[in-house]
Structure formats: structure tokens, C-alpha cells
């Protein structure tokens, strides 16, 4: 059975907070979500259910809609959903597909004099697809 350290390795575990480092740098995208596919209950340790097919299928659609030449990392949430994280020196984006449908967007700007017209249309296009 595949468990959370086979695909990440733990980088920091802080304040019950366990950051992980994707292991899998030359999977493509849907190589990782087949991966995380195979995730079955308690794959992380802490109960945690395994990835619905509904939501893999969801982030398949999803991802075939981006048009980024940046792939994100692909995680699984303990809640049952996955989440797509593009970090570089200018912002952070995390959106987390839920398992009961919802999305979740964090953007958090490093430095605002440092984001182009493109950098926004990027976000507004993520945003809006991901709601589609």
C-alpha cells in the first residue's frame, strides 16, 4: 500500500504542521495524481480517507484546462481532496479541490512591483476555470 512518504519527503514538522518536499520532480501531472490514486485509507498515518476518483477525475480536467508552462505540485489533502502549489519569488498560489466540490485559493503576493499584467491574467484564468 502506498503511504505519504513513498511520493514526499518531510522537510519540517512544526506545531503539528508536517511540510512535505514532492519527491516525484520528473512525473509529469497525471503520473502524480495516478500515483495519488493509489493512496488508501490512512495513507498519511493520521486517518486520512483516500483521493475519490470523482476529485482525481476533477483535477484531470482541471489541469487540462491550465495553459502554464510552470507545472504545479500535486498533493493530497488529508481531507480527501488534492491541491496544485506554484511558488516562486514573486507569489504563492495554492488551490485545493475539495472532496465535497468546493475550492479553496490561496494567493499570497511577495511583492506586488514585481507581478506583471500576465501574472494576474494567469490567476484570474486559474480562478475562473477552476470554478467551470
Not at 41 to 49: F, K, L, V
Not at 60 to 87: A, C, M, N
Request: proline share 5%; glycine share 4%; with cysteine.
Amino acid at each position: 500500500m502506498p503511504h505519504v512518504t513513498d511520493l514526499y519527503c518531510q522537510i519540517s514538522d512544526c506545531d503539528n504542521l508536517i511540510v512535505y518536499k514532492d519527491k516525484r520532480k520528473n512525473m509529469s501531472v497525471y503520473e502524480k495524481l495516478a500515483e495519488i490514486a493509489k493512496l488508501e485509507y490512512d495513507w498519511n498515518s493520521y486517518g486520512s480517507p483516500p483521493i475519490h476518483k470523482d476529485v482525481i477525475e476533477w483535477a484531470r480536467s482541471f489541469y487540462d484546462k491550465l495553459t502554464l508552462s510552470i507545472d504545479p505540485y500535486v498533493l493530497p489533502t488529508p481531507r480527501g481532496g488534492i491541491q496544485f502549489e506554484w511558488h516562486n519569488e514573486k507569489y504563492d498560489l495554492e488551490i485545493e479541490l475539495c472532496c465535497d466540490g468546493s475550492l479553496g485559493i490561496l494567493w499570497d503576493i511577495h511583492d506586488a512591483s514585481k507581478l506583471s499584467d500576465a501574472d494576474f491574467i494567469l490567476i484570474r484564468n486559474i480562478v475562473e476555470k477552476g470554478n467551470n
